[in-house]
């Protein structure tokens, strides 16, 4: 009888950068025609708030880091709060 092999996903470690979430908030801001300059000004202003509260904790996930910046970009833009709040659920 062969055994079956379960193997689990390692999560990735990855470094936190608000330069990536920067990047990340203004090609998301891109695709749903958010005006590049506006989009650049509140991606900083997000960017930096959710530094802010990552360096508060021991670890944080992918899915937290995609929470948080959803809460904060939701003063600027809803559409694209909703679509940090789904990443990675199939709409």
């Given amino acids: 009888m062969a055994k079956a092999k379960t193997e689990r996903k390692k999560a990735k470690a990855i470094t936190f950068s608000?330069?990536?979430i920067v990047k990340d908030i203004t090609l998301e801001a891109k695709i749903?025609?958010?005006a590049?300059?506006?989009a650049e000004i509140f991606a900083?202003?997000?960017a930096e708030k959710?530094?802010?509260w990552?360096?508060?904790r021991e670890s944080v996930t992918e899915d937290d880091i995609n929470m948080q910046i959803a809460k904060e970009i939701n003063r600027y833009n809803k559409d694209l709060a909703f679509v940090?709040?789904?990443r990675g659920k199939i709409i």
Avoid: W
Wanted: proline share 0%; glycine share 10%; net charge positive.
């Fill in 50 to 52: 959710v530094a802010k």
């Fill in 44 to 46: 900083e202003k997000v």
């Fill in 84 to 86: 940090y709040k789904n």
């Fill in 18 to 20: 608000k330069k990536l």
């Fill in 32 to 34: 749903l025609g958010i």
């Fill in 36 to 38: 590049s300059g506006s």
């Fill in 54 to 56: 990552a360096e508060k």
